[in-house]
């Protein structure tokens, strides 16, 4: 079914939020995009009027109080479908520690996480979707991140489905996942989404990101929630170390 994102919060620690940085996002104006609320120390002159150009409005956040409430709140009261957090170097440490895995946490909106890193333009001169690594296995976390993706294929360019197998498999373990693996790429292709599938071996965060690197990804999908991606997601780790450490924007779906 189709996904509309009609409002995204936009959190940046940046003191100088511009124009480039919310120009990746603006290919989601397809789906629906009318409004961008920002959690800014300033509003740069001239952000509103380029934004409005693309027939965006934009909303300064102006309140006050413990961070994580108060995103919460404001996605509330908004009726928000998704969340932009972007972090920089001066307060990842911060940043870190507490905003993005409160935030992994409690959310239950879209959570696409933007780490400064010098390559920022990367991801809005290409499009933020264009390159997709969707990490996947069997649980209901995984099912929910690939129905969002399908929801959102209007903006899908590739997809490289990634399995990690984390134990020793028997021949016979090698040959079904294969043919699972092999089924969510087929789903992805009976939706019109052009779909490649792989399987990595070694510790899920690593071998995520060592996938995004291969495939020249703009954009890691993974799911969260009680049961994860592998038993080391259920605690969150590998979840998070991914969000915390990708040098390309990550998107949780709850």
């Avoid at 189709?2 to 939020?17: A, D, F, R, S």
């Avoid at 991801?123 to 390159?131: A, R």
Wanted: with cysteine; charged share 30%.
């Amino acid at each position: 079914m189709p996904v509309k994102i009609n409002k995204i919060l936009y959190i940046t620690y940046l003191k100088e939020p511009t124009y480039d940085l919310l120009e990746g996002l603006l290919d989601i104006k397809k789906i629906g995009l009318e409004e961008i609320i920002l959690f800014s120390e300033s509003l740069p002159q001239g952000l509103k009027e380029k934004l409005y150009e693309h027939g965006i409005n934009l909303k300064r956040d102006k309140g006050s109080g413990p961070l994580i409430p108060r995103i919460l709140d404001s996605a509330n009261k908004e009726n928000a479908s998704f969340i932009v957090a972007h972090l920089n170097r001066e307060k990842r440490k911060m940043f870190k520690g507490s905003v993005v895995r409160n935030l992994i946490k409690n959310t239950r909106l879209p959570l696409l996480l933007i780490h400064e890193n010098g390559e920022e333009r990367s991801f809005s001169t290409k499009g933020l979707f264009d390159n997709v690594i969707l990490a996947i296995n069997w649980s209901d976390s995984t099912q929910r991140a690939l129905l969002y993706i399908i929801g959102v294929k209007a903006l899908v360019g590739l997809i490289d489905a990634v399995y990690v197998l984390s134990e020793k498999p028997t021949v016979k373990d090698i040959r079904q996942l294969r043919d699972r693996v092999e089924e969510i790429r087929k789903i992805c292709l009976e939706e019109k989404i052009d779909t490649e599938s792989h399987i990595y071996a070694g510790k899920t965060p690593e071998e995520i990101l060592l996938a995004a690197k291969d495939y020249k990804a703009t954009l890691i999908v993974m799911g969260y929630g009680s049961k994860g991606i592998v038993k080391e997601i259920t605690s969150g780790s590998a979840c998070y170390r991914v969000a915390e450490e990708s040098p390309v924007p990550v998107l949780i779906i709850p």
